[in-house]
């Protein structure tokens, strides 16, 4: 048995057996049955802040202090209604880690806004993407209890990138992500009720048993809350921060074929395919295609264009599959009647229920 670095420090109660590992090592490509559909989402990203408290070594999105901006509720609008009139169903809030008094232009901005954190103003940007017509979905990174659940009600889905269990150089440095905060973030969402995404990182100094307990500690935690909608499986993609080598078609085949044979059959195994050739991961259990913006651009990888739907459904022609659009919240957490359940606010709710253009996705 093995526990995870931070784990105990952030009261995280996950452990990987000996057992469990060996199995996930053992899997390969050729032991997966492919999926019978490919699911995307069409979203707009809206990058609310580039101020981060970390210095992931392959991100080139945070910005030094001094440099950060902060995305006015003017262009949050005007972003949202542009994605609405192109039909998309998703706002995603991705953006720096907890900007903190480093940035101190971020801070005096969100003041003069009237807001004494970017979770305070999460929450109203989440606002506008609802009376625009569009579902948010937030990744602040690591988030405490108390942050997440200020947004909670009036997000559809969250998520965090667990990124990988093991203490890698590229999260060093005096702040760095710690794979159990990441943990007890992905857990805290279990215990708030909230549909999550989370993800693997690949290539980033992790060996092929950090890849097996990274999955591991994600079903762990899945099987503890049921709250896990799907897991990234993002190669690390090489930028002007990053000048390693992304990891190999080889390399992807095994860790997706890994990934669908340890999670439950209920968490789709998602990879990006701006990131990743999808169309050699198919026959490995890829099963969604995850957000695509027919409006902005991948702000955290922005040399790499997202494919346009007509190249989604070249993808899932040739894994001889049907391409169907989903909602940023997959299906089995709606209320099957009235608006809200467990999962789903009655904020989210009513607006799923009376959105037009929610429906339709509903109905294909
Ligand atoms: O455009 C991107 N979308 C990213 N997304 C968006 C994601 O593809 C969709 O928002 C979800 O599938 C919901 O539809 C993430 C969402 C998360 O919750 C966690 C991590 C990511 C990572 C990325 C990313 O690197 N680039
Ligand atoms: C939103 C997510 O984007 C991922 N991310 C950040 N930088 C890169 C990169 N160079 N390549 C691939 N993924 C990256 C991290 O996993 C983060 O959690
Ligand atoms: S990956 Fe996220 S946490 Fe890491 S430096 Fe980039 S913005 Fe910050």
Known sequence: MSSIPGADEYGVDVAIEDADRERALSVRPED?????????ARNVFLPLTTACRYTCTYCTYYDVPGEASLMSPEAIRET?????????????FTFGDDPDDRYTE??????????????EYLREACEIALEEGLLPHANPGDQ?????????DVNASMGVMLETTADVRAHSGSRAKSPGQRLNTIATAGELGVPFTTGILVGVGEDWSDRADSLLAIRELHERY???QEVIVQPVSPNERWDGDPPSEATMRRTVAMAHA?????????????LADA??????????LGGVSPVTEDYINPDYAWPAVRELEDVAEHGGVPLRERLPVYE????????????????????IADGERYRTVLAD
Do not use: K
Request: net charge negative.
């Open 32 to 40: 997966v049955e492919p999926a019978d559909e490919l699911t995307f």
């Open 80 to 92: 949202c209604r542009t994605g609405a009139d192109a039909g998309c169903t998703e706002a995603l």
């Open 106 to 119: 971020v801070h005096d901005q969100l003041r003069e806004w009237g807001h004494d954190s970017i979770h």
């Open 144 to 152: 405490t209890r108390e942050q997440m659940a200020h947004v909670a």
């Open 226 to 228: 049921g709250h896990v």
């Open 262 to 274: 340890v999670l439950p059959e209920a968490v789709a195994v998602q990879v990006p395919p701006n």
């Open 279 to 288: 169309r050699a991961l198919l026959d490995c259990g890829v099963e969604d």
């Open 332 to 351: 089995r957490f709606l209320p099957e009647d009235g608006v809200e359940n467990e999962w789903v606010s009655e904020r989210v709710g009513r607006e």
